[in-house]
């Protein structure tokens, strides 16, 4: 067993890309389940585990996380634990421990410890050369270990940078969320009541005041979707993406979303239709599907022509159920097809100029991320965009949230 200064509370694993875990490096925890060969995931307390599958997403995008509270099961107990991460080509090692530092620390040792081995395998190549004849110079072993000790140092100061990094990151996202919670209430009153003027005395009024009060209207309706989609965005963005998964009807709940955007689809006189076959009840969050679906299908009307039509589609595929929404609208460029799913990533207007957030495509690949689905699109310059959903028939029921 590896001895470390943090050995008092802590665990280290070696994971590849996937979370399988290959070498446990530290576990004085006695954490059950974990052992070569296991999944990272199941070591987790059931309700952190789409949050672990989010930690595992974030590392292996970044590069390196720092201090992810997630909870692990002990036996009958639930410890909070502190994560890091850092990446190594197609490794991933993991340390936690019971707070922050203790977790960075035991990572740094972790990078020492194998800095040391790497000087023992040096050296042992340097005495099977000499034994052989060879005899380099010393000047070549000085230098990759004076090249292994900067990789070392850089890797430490990365992590500090992490840190760093993520610090700001939660207090751009606390003030976001405070700021959206304090403007929609009066957005919403803007819109409620020229909502009631344009009903109420609309007919009794010229044609440019019609027009002043339909253009509040339109405004402030924009504002508190923009609103709303960053208080979802500053809740993804901590960790806090809540799922209540039950078994869903998606035929059922794809009708109803349908008949619903058919009044706003009726406006530039565009048919939405559906097609799909015979599907079980799949175990999904109801209303976080729907805004999946909602929101593909505002895009896909604000995006095609009049007289158009939309097309969307629901099938079994293999262990999983795809989801697609067809437009014939006038599709997307390459060069902007990479960067869709960022925050605040805004393409052209729609048809009749209607604004987007930029936000929308995110919320919804975090969405679906969540449930271990796949998001993707394929799409032609005046022909068309079709955005595919893929998510998997069966599921751990106990996933049931995220903390």
Not at 218 to 224: N, R
Not at 251 to 274: G, H, Y
Request: charge should be neutral; include cysteine; glycine fraction near 6%.
């Amino acid at each position: 067993m590896i001895q470390t200064e943090t050995q008092a509370r802590g665990l280290a694993l070696l994971c590849d890309l996937q979370g399988l875990i290959q070498k446990v490096l530290l576990n004085n925890l006695n954490l059950p389940e974990v052992n070569p060969g296991q999944l990272f995931l199941r070591i987790v307390d059931d309700a952190s585990r789409t949050k672990a599958m989010n930690f595992l997403l974030e590392v292996k995008a970044q590069g390196a996380v720092l201090d992810w509270e997630i909870n692990v099961s002990s036996g009958e107990a639930v410890i909070p634990l502190h994560f890091t991460a850092g990446r190594s080509g197609d490794s991933l090692l993991i340390t936690a421990g019971t707070n922050g530092q203790r977790s960075a620390r035991l990572y740094e040792d972790m990078l020492r410890i194998n800095n040391e081995q790497a000087d023992q395998l040096r050296s042992a190549l340097k005495d099977k050369a000499e034994w052989s004849g060879s005899r380099p110079g010393n000047n070549e072993y000085d230098e990759i270990s004076r090249l292994n000790n900067e990789l070392v140092t850089m890797q430490r100061e990365l992590s500090r940078k992490n840190a760093e990094l993520k610090r700001l990151n939660d207090l751009k996202n606390q003030f976001l969320g405070m700021a959206a919670h304090d403007l929609r209430n009066p957005l919403q009153a803007i819109l409620s009541y020229s909502d009631f003027l344009l009903d109420e005395v609309g007919p009794k009024l010229d044609a440019s005041q019609v027009e002043f009060l339909s253009t509040i209207r339109d405004q402030s309706k924009y504002m508190a979707q923009l609103v709303n989609d960053l208080l979802d965005v500053s809740a993804i963005e901590s960790g806090r993406l809540q799922l209540e998964l039950q078994p869903v009807d998606l035929v059922k709940l794809a009708q109803t979303n349908l008949k619903r955007n058919r009044l706003i689809a009726a406006r530039k006189n565009i048919s939405l239709d559906l097609q799909t076959e015979l599907l079980p009840p799949v175990l999904l969050d109801a209303s976080k599907i729907e805004q999946v679906l909602d929101n593909l299908l505002t895009n896909a009307i604000k995006f095609s022509p009049p007289g158009s039509r939309v097309r969307v589609g629901l099938r079994p595929e293999g262990d999983a159920l795809l989801l697609s929404v067809q437009d014939e609208g006038c599709g997307i460029p390459p060069e902007q097809m990479a960067r869709l799913f960022q925050p605040f990533q805004r393409g052209q207007k729609g048809t009749r100029g209607e604004k987007s957030t930029g936000l929308g495509l995110t919320i919804v690949k975090r969405i679906v991320e969540g449930h271990g689905g796949r998001l993707w699109l394929e799409s032609r310059v005046d022909v068309g965009t079709t955005f595919f959903v893929s998510l998997p028939l069966q599921r751990d029921e106990k996933m049931v949230s995220s903390q």
